[in-house]
């Protein structure tokens, strides 16, 4: 999953990154408005971690101008204001979630979780498909109840396509998913690599990973 974190503070926004990279998340960070929306112009997110007071303007703005285009992304927001007013006014203009300053990175990370569940219409954080039992929240993969050993990588690889299960995913995208801007050495057939690696992870567990010619990727139930 590809996370936009906007904050103009460097070490809150590269420990959110860190955090958020350790479960998983590919992260980029924009320190204004300008910055975010360049990024969104050129780059689809599955959530957005938004402060409310940015250097060239106020985050709700920016938010407000996002739903009028239509765009649909999670977003929480960040605030160090206390008010219940300004906590209201982020949630009218149609945050998802919010969180005061100073606020606890596994808590932070926890709803980012949830709120790329529920927009991919998974309430739950576990999941269970084939033989397969997924848990999202602590990133562990089991099958018939034993640990299957993955990387972080391998495990986001997996989540991406569980969450478009039934549906082919495009190279292009599930590597937007896994590499941020940052990963710049890194080639787009670096995706076939993780997928003949996660076929070997999850080998006899009830679960296939079809290949499309030209098209991508297709996970669901194997046949038998």
Known sequence: MRVLIVEDAADVAEAVAASL???GFACDIAANLTEAAGFIAIQTFDALVL???LPDGDGRD?????????????????????????RVDALDEGADDYLVKPFDLRELEARIRVLTRRHHGMAESQITLGRLTID??????????ALVPM???ETALLNLLVAHRGQI????????????FDSADVGLNTVEL???????RLAGAGIAIETHRGLGYRLDLADG
């Open 51 to 53: 402060d409310i007071n």
């Open 62 to 86: 920016f938010l407000r101008r996002l739903r009028r285009d239509g765009n649909l992304t999670p977003v929480l927001m960040l605030t160090a204001r206390f008010e219940v007013a300004a």
């Open 151 to 153: 990387t972080r990588r």
């Open 169 to 180: 995913m495009s190279k292009e995208r599930l590597f937007e998913g896994l590499f941020s």
């Open 136 to 145: 999202t929240a602590g990133q562990t993969v089991h099958c018939d109840g």
């Open 194 to 200: 993780y997928i003949a690696r996660l076929r070997k």
């Open 21 to 23: 990279g350790r479960a």
